[in-house]
């Protein structure tokens, strides 16, 4: 039997599954193997999803499965697209009409199919679009387009908006994720913008590939350049090259190129960048300021009065400027999400838990329990961080390992803790992406910051946000620290941010010092190993008394909980079990 859904047009014999692992033959049908089940249901903002020009601040009720049709290097939602049988039992089965109550019970204007690929839940998300549209509600989804010309024929009438991921132009682009053609994305962007589906384009610049991202850039600005495209910095998460990763200031740049043919580009996963802003395309000034709001998220924090500039110019959205924004809860909004699954797979593959049984149980629990939420509150400190290992530990029936943990990260973080109780405290300034992106100073990293001897400065901040806010020259210089930490994630180069307050006049002892700590991926934040990012902080902050020999440690760590010595592991790796996906494109996984 051949699937007809995506241009992979996968022959299934019978008793096996497709590319996608999401459809079977049996009896002589192709099926949906998890149909009308659901793993995230819950409230956000459209920005999060991410769509800027539609229903600016609107309330959506986002929903997802499990998998993907591509494999793309770097995918932010790659922990849940290739593990069929880890969250498969974790799926809760709804019909549509259950969904649509949610939506309106929650005063949604609509529902939003993202963090996974719809194509993938194809029968299930039909059902849902027809449904909340013959309620009244509004449907869109986050896709990479590869669906056949028959099945968007089908979704056509019941979809109000797409983002669709674009790799680039060339078919070899497309078959580096596991697509043979680039075209039939490209001739789905024709239909549905044609058709008038509001269409805005995602593409990801990583060093290297500006050539065919510019490429497809051109092409869909040949369709409207009135389209929006959002440009993805690439962020090296899973096993990806860390060299992929472009610097902000290059991303800046070719975010310029981009402009000379669309009239509205965005930067994404670029804390502090000005260029997630929408500008006039007119006299250039900002109509609708943002800010990041975690991995490929912005919100809204200024506006022109319905959406209308100064000299007069109206920003072409599509449907009305919500009057407030809805701020999502903990870890939700987006793909925020996937931060929250990385952390639970990262702490189980440092307590060994290899079996699908075990890891399904898991996220069963984890699901079920709504933990994502508890999660979000004891990620924020040491003492409660060692909480959820034991809790993990227990659910997977690996009590030791995770004592073993604990007591590897308390000796050394009381250790540190013992010694730095009469010191002197460094007033330590934590920012993200760049040196105007300051973390919220309720996080784990400035709990670090605290441990680690320091005061933090990112106490001072005006308000709140998330991962953080965006801060002025002139907020930075009243925080004046003595050390800059960078963030494992959303990171720069030192030399870069030294430039950037170089460029910005930013004074700051800290700046003018040249004392600038970089912290490694997964150091600081979420992963076991930020008891690794602790000893970075007293080495840096304490250089008199703390001289940790940082190579040793991190082999110390990686032989009992990695099985692997430092010096063999990439260092960009999450550390994440090989996913059964790699097995022959027929197996039932």
């Given at each position: 039997m051949r699937c007809e859904i995506c241009e992979h047009t996968c022959e299934i014999p019978e008793g096996k599954a497709g590319r996608c692992r999401m459809y079977i033959t049996s009896d002589g049908t192709i099926t949906e193997r998890f149909a009308g089940s659901y793993l995230v249901r819950y409230p956000i903002s459209i920005e999060t999803m991410p769509l800027l020009h539609f229903y600016p601040r609107g309330k959506f009720l986002q929903v997802s499965t499990i998998r993907c049709n591509f494999?793309?290097?770097?995918?932010?939602?790659?922990?849940?697209?290739?593990?069929?049988?880890?969250?498969?039992?974790?799926?809760?089965?709804?019909?549509?009409?259950?969904?649509?109550?949610?939506?309106?019970?929650?005063?949604?204007?609509?529902?939003?199919?993202?963090?996974?690929?719809?194509?993938?839940?194809?029968?299930?998300?039909?059902?849902?679009?027809?449904?909340?549209?013959?309620?009244?509600?509004?449907?869109?989804?986050?896709?990479?387009?590869?669906?056949?010309?028959?099945?968007?024929?089908?979704?056509?009438?019941?979809?109000?908006?797409?983002?669709?991921?674009?790799?680039?132009?060339?078919?070899?682009?497309?078959?580096?994720?596991?697509?043979?053609?680039?075209?039939?994305?490209?001739?789905?962007?024709?239909?549905?913008?044609?058709?008038?589906?509001?269409?805005?384009?995602?593409?990801?610049?990583?060093?290297?590939?500006?050539?065919?991202?510019?490429?497809?850039?051109?092409?869909?600005?040949?369709?409207?350049?009135?389209?929006?495209?959002?440009?993805?910095?690439?962020?090296?998460?899973?096993?990806?090259?860390?060299?992929?990763?472009?610097?902000?200031?290059?991303?800046?740049?070719?975010?310029?190129?981009i402009r000379n043919y669309s009239s509205f580009v965005y930067l994404f996963n670029s804390p502090g960048s000005p260029y997630l802003n929408t500008l006039c395309p007119h006299c250039g000034e900002p109509v609708i300021t943002r800010e990041m709001l975690g991995p490929m998220g912005a919100r809204i924090i200024g506006l022109q009065p319905l959406g209308v500039c100064a000299c007069g110019y109206h920003l072409p959205v599509t449907g009305s400027i919500a009057s407030g924004s809805f701020l999502e809860e903990g870890m939700m909004g987006g793909y925020r999400p996937t931060r929250a699954f990385e952390i639970i797979q990262a702490i189980l593959t440092c307590l060994d838990v290899t079996d699908d049984t075990a890891c399904a149980r898991v996220w069963l629990d984890f699901m079920q329990s709504n933990y994502i939420n508890e999660l979000h509150k004891k990620i924020q400190t040491i003492d409660s961080y060692y909480e959820i290992v034991t809790y993990l530990a227990g659910l997977t029936g690996r009590e030791a390992k995770g004592a073993e943990l604990i007591e590897h990260m308390q000796a050394r973080a009381g250790f540190i803790q013992d010694h730095v109780s009469a010191l002197p405290k460094p007033r330590v300034y934590y920012m993200m992406g760049t040196p105007f992106f300051a973390l919220n100073e309720g996080r784990f990293e400035t709990r670090l910051v605290?441990?680690?001897?320091?005061?933090?400065?990112?106490?001072?901040?005006?308000?709140?946000?998330?991962?953080?806010?965006?801060?002025?020259?002139?907020?930075?210089?009243?925080?004046?620290?003595?050390?800059?930490?960078?963030?494992?994630?959303?990171?720069?180069?030192?030399?870069e941010v030294m430039a950037f307050c170089r460029e910005h006049g930013v004074c700051t002892r800290a700046a003018d010092a040249g004392k600038i700590v970089s912290m490694p991926p997964s150091w600081d934040f979420g992963n076991p190993r930020w008891i690794l990012g602790l000893m970075v902080l007293a080495n840096a902050l304490h250089p008199e008394v703390f001289q940790f020999d940082l190579d040793a440690e991190a082999d110390t760590f990686y032989r009992k909980f990695y099985g692997m010595p430092f010096v063999d592991a990439q260092p960009n790796r999450s550390f994440f079990r090989p996913d059964p996906g790699a097995a022959g494109p027929n197996e039932l996984i």
């Open positions: 494999s793309c290097t770097g995918c932010v939602s790659e922990v849940l697209t290739r593990a069929t049988k880890k969250f498969g039992p974790a799926l809760t089965k709804l019909t549509p009409d259950e969904i649509v109550d949610r939506a309106e019970a929650e005063h949604c204007l609509g529902i939003m199919f993202c963090l996974n690929e719809p194509a993938v839940s194809f029968g299930t998300f039909l059902d849902l679009a027809e449904t909340a549209h013959s309620r009244g509600l509004l449907v869109g989804c986050s896709t990479n387009g590869y669906f056949t010309e028959s099945a968007l024929r089908r979704l056509l009438p019941f979809i109000d908006a797409v983002n669709i991921e674009l790799n680039g132009r060339s078919d070899e682009e497309d078959q580096a994720c596991g697509a043979e053609h680039a075209e039939p994305v490209f001739r789905n962007i024709r239909t549905l913008f044609m058709n008038g589906v509001h269409v805005e384009v995602a593409v990801m610049h990583m060093n290297g590939n500006e050539e065919e991202v510019l490429a497809a850039c051109q092409e869909i600005a040949g369709i409207s350049p009135a389209i929006p495209i959002q440009v993805m910095r690439f962020i090296p998460l899973g096993s990806a090259d860390l060299s992929l990763e472009p610097s902000i200031h290059q991303s800046e740049r070719f975010c310029d190129t605290e441990a680690a001897g320091g005061f933090s400065v990112n106490r001072d901040l005006p308000r709140m946000g998330k991962p953080g806010i965006t801060v002025t020259p002139a907020d930075l210089e009243r925080m004046d620290p003595d050390i800059i930490v960078i963030s494992g994630l959303f990171s720069s180069p030192p030399e």
